[in-house]
């Protein structure tokens, strides 16, 4: 579950989330294109991944959720929930790639 969508669900209606950097259209790509605080994306590379992630870092640096942000991110570690992005200025992984299955070695016997 991405950053913005966590805080979405625990923010005061309409008031503070509106003010999250990782909510501005002005920081989002153009359709199709993940956002500077996803996950990895389908046919990303891990550097273009990480050049974009780097990008939100240092937006959520400057954030004027990243307080509040980083105590929910509290929360959820506490409640081992899974969190994938950039979420308070730290990036999270767990997905990770479908890897491809390797054939198998026929048994000679
Ligand atoms: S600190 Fe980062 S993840 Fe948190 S609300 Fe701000 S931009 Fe979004």
Redesign the pocket.
């Known amino acids: 579950m991405s ?2 969508r966590h ?1 979405a669900a625990v923010a005061e209606p309409a008031t503070q989330i509106d003010y ?3 909510r501005h259209p002005g920081y989002h790509p153009g359709p199709g294109e993940p956002s500077f ?1 996803e996950g990895i994306a389908d046919g990303e590379t891990r550097r273009d991944r990480d050049r974009r992630q780097a990008i939100a870092v240092k ?2 640096r400057e ?1 004027p ?2 307080a509040p ?1 980083t105590n929910l991110l509290s929360d959820l570690d506490d409640r081992r929930l899974a969190v994938d992005g ?4 730290q990036v999270r992984q767990w997905r990770t790639r479908t890897k491809k299955k390797r054939p198998r070695t026929p048994h000679l016997s």
């Open positions: 950053a913005a805080l999250a950097f990782c605080w937006l959520c954030c959720l990243l942000c950039v979420i308070a200025g």
